[in-house]
């Protein structure tokens, strides 16, 4: 594909496992071109470039945790290193021995092989985004040539590649956490081991590139993956002819799946308890109620209307609430702290702790709200006798 020298940024922060990729759209015939080079044939991208412009753009416009943008190509390494070979196979063939894979990130943090923990760093750093001619190696191939962080590697161009000869300095050293498949028939340039992650500057000038081959996108609410895309495809900025956008949420599903299960469970269960809360104070205010018989028929017999009389036990029932709301909440805050380190002490976790509780008024508002709803339910309930009564039942049953 086609491809141009651009620089990138990023933010450094702990990985984050939600992203959507963007890519040259290959399956477009508009955006490819057919040649034959050496008797094969090559596909060539044509369309837009995948650079700097769309991140600007994707930047300006979505709330976006990281990106990390990828180049991979295969170049020549300088003659005299040594590459890991499983097989012996390739020990005669000075092409294959010489060949190697190069990925180039804006941040190998955030590179694919090390966010799936393919890949783990061991020794000195990740490339970053500010870094140019950096470099990260295998152990196993850093061993074989007797490398250490500082050394320099010459990499360059294959044959009929443009772009120029570069030299990188090692910054760090990885080891491969899983198992390849095929190595006892596979060539040293399909080996983990044999793998350079370099810096997206020293790419450009080694590949001349005009654009990278996909960019990965990170976002902090993997819930939010699917509308950010949908939201940045509106943007006509960008030609989306020319581009795929893939989202990575199969972890966040296998995850949200059984939390969505256990949300539905939740909001039955407290519409259970709402039901159960309802009735048992309906059926203790009509206690209540029977026993202030007397004094609902006096009251009655002096021309007080049954909705004043709905509106002062609803008025009582607030009263006790609030006292008990305020008293509650004045007990949660400044208990909480004691609470938790008796829990502790408890469970032997010879740690200290202080937790601070912290509601959003919104959450308060909420429970306040449904409370009083739930409360006025009840008193409504509980009253309907009383609009069935008049005096002369209320006394005619006392005598």
Known sequence: MQRNKFSY???????????????????NAENVKLSEVDGQIVINYIGEPLNEKIIDIIQRTQKIGAYNAVIKDNVQIQENISLVDYNGKYQDDPIAM?????????????STDFQRERL??????????????????SRNLAAQNDWKIGDKIQLSPCENCTGQ???VTIKGLFEIEEKQQNIDIAAPVHLLENRIFIDITSASYLTDAKGVDYIDFFVNDPAQVIPIIQELQKNSDINWKCFVVTADIEEYKKISSPLLNMTVLLNVLLIIIGVMSIAVLSFIQIL????????????????????????QHFSEMIIIALTSFILS?????????????????????????????????KTIVTTFGCGMIMLFLSVLLSNLWLMRLSPKKIFSSLS
Not at 343 to 349: E, F, G, I, R
Request: hydrophobic share 45%; proline share 3%.
């Open 120 to 137: 783990k760093l061991s020794d000195g750093r990740h490339i970053t985004a500010d870094d140019t001619y950096a470099a990260l190696v």
């Open 98 to 110: 010489h060949f190697i894979s190069v990925e180039a990130d804006t941040s190998s943090l955030y």
């Open 165 to 167: 000869k570069i030299g």
């Open 288 to 311: 209540f109620h029977k026993a202030r018989e007397h004094e609902i028929g006096i009251m009655l017999s002096i021309g007080i209307s049954k909705t004043e009389m709905l509106v």
């Open 329 to 361: 909440f004045a007990f949660c805050f400044s208990g909480w702290n004691c609470m938790s380190i008796a829990v502790c002490k408890v469970t032997a976790w010879n740690i200290a702790m202080k937790l601070n509780m912290a509601l959003a008024v």
């Open 9 to 27: 940024y990023t933010n450094e922060r702990k990985p984050k496992r939600s992203p959507f990729r963007i890519a040259p759209d290959m399956n």
